[in-house]
């Protein structure tokens, strides 16, 4: 798990040009929620070996809008590095053969695991595919006597987030002001991705 950095005193802080301020929740789940049903014609798969031009593809598709970034600015070898992982795996959510979503897990710490990411395409928010998918991903790990799941969101992020998570067992725990490059600037996204986050 990260180290929380030292705190920030009152006031305000110029955030620099072509950079991002977000305040970042982490938040913690003990207890996993009650398995839901899986919505008709939506299936999961394991990806033990993805692309990463298909993995940074469906990432855009899903984050573009919530300016989702690291996964964007690493080379290729650095990349598979992390999927290739065997303490690192990643579900594809897919629907009539059009994605929906994905999950990645890091179990590098077996008893503490982290999504580090979960989300969904914008066509299948709202649906009941992101509550089935967060109570089988639960189900999955409790089953491996863990002390914990981990995740965190910003305030980048939608807005309906934080409650989501919330409603699915998970407490916030500390938070944490992050600064960074907006990788609209860095041509990294679109110029129009995340409208309603001024690029400056």
Request: a negative charge.
């Amino acid at each position: 798990m990260d180290i929380a950095p030292r705190p920030l005193t009152d006031g305000s802080y110029a955030v620099p040009k072509g950079q991002l301020a977000v305040v970042v929740t982490h938040l913690s789940c003990d207890t996993p929620v009650a398995l839901k049903p899986r919505p008709d014609g939506v299936t999961l798969k394991r990806e033990n070996r993805i692309e990463p031009g298909v993995y940074r593809e469906l990432f855009k598709m899903i984050g573009r809008d919530w300016l989702w970034t690291s996964r964007l600015l690493l080379e290729d070898d650095a990349l598979v590095q992390i999927l290739l992982d065997p303490d690192v795996t990643l579900f594809t959510v897919e629907g009539d053969g059009a994605p929906l979503g994905m999950v990645e897990l890091d179990q590098r710490d077996p008893l503490n695991p982290e999504i580090s990411f979960f989300g969904l395409t914008p066509q299948a928010i709202g649906k009941g595919t992101g509550s089935w998918l967060m109570s089988y991903i639960q189900t999955m790990l409790f089953e491996q006597a863990i002390e914990a799941v981990h995740l965190n969101t910003c305030t980048l992020d939608s807005p309906t987030a934080l409650r989501f998570y919330m409603r699915n067992g998970f407490k916030p725990t500390r938070r944490e002001v992050r600064i960074f490059p907006d990788p609209r600037a860095l041509g990294v996204l679109e110029e129009d991705a995340a409208p309603f986050v001024p690029l400056l």
